[in-house]
């Protein structure tokens, strides 16, 4: 178990210190990857930004993910639901309201990255990931792209595979029912603490 997300993402630093110096971009899946990526950033010495895909719960039941959406009309849809558009409004309105809050894409504006890496604290169902994954191709096409967490569900690593260039999972546990459960601490964290992780990243990038 990790016992924070600071605490993971150094440990996930220490797995992706290759790319120390190789032109990286760390682009993070608010809110609960920041804390991760900031750690991980921090030793690669590059710029930290975030990705802001949402999942998409089933109407009546948003625990369970039939889908996931992205920046750029990146949607991701496995099961016709009745009354998911509705479902999918909301996630819209709320992802824009989040990338207006966190500024999202304004900390890597003019950066040309030769690496992307793309974080969460963990990988349940993968579906939010991939949505990410599918906004990151599009917007860095001559960038490897590499998909990185702490923890992830091995039913999920075929599919992450399939779309990053490189997939580093610290931990692929037999069994897996949810993310929190691989953490000591893992509090909700408030917007205001995901800008905090972003500004104070802004110390150790260096200019585009």
Not at 151 to 159: E, K
Request: glycine letters at 10%.
């Amino acid at each position: 178990m990790f016992v924070d997300r600071s605490q993971a993402g150094q440990k996930l630093a220490g797995a992706l210190v290759g790319y120390k110096g190789k032109k990286a971009l760390v682009l993070a899946l608010p809110r609960g990857g920041v804390p991760v990526g900031y750690e991980i950033a921090k030793v690669l010495h590059c710029p930290l930004d975030t990705v802001v895909a949402r999942k998409v719960g089933a109407p009546g039941n948003p625990e369970y993910a039939v889908g996931a959406i992205a920046p750029g009309g990146v949607r991701i849809l496995e099961e016709s639901v009745y009354g998911i558009e509705k479902v999918i409004e909301e996630e819209t309105k709320e992802m824009g309201r989040r990338m207006k809050k966190y500024r999202s894409g304004s900390y890597a504006r003019g950066v040309r990255p030769e690496v992307v890496i793309l974080v969460d604290d963990g990988v349940a169902t993968g579906k939010t990931a991939s949505a990410a994954l599918a906004y990151a191709r599009a917007a860095y096409p001559k960038a490897k792209l590499v998909f990185a967490a702490p923890v992830g569900a091995q039913d999920s690593l075929a599919r992450i595979k399939r779309e990053a260039d490189e997939v580093v999972l610290l931990e692929i546990p037999p069994e897996f029912m949810a993310v929190g459960e691989w953490y000591v601490s893992f509090p909700q964290l408030r917007d205001e603490e995901v800008v905090e992780y972003l500004e104070k990243a802004r110390e150790f990038a260096p200019p585009a």
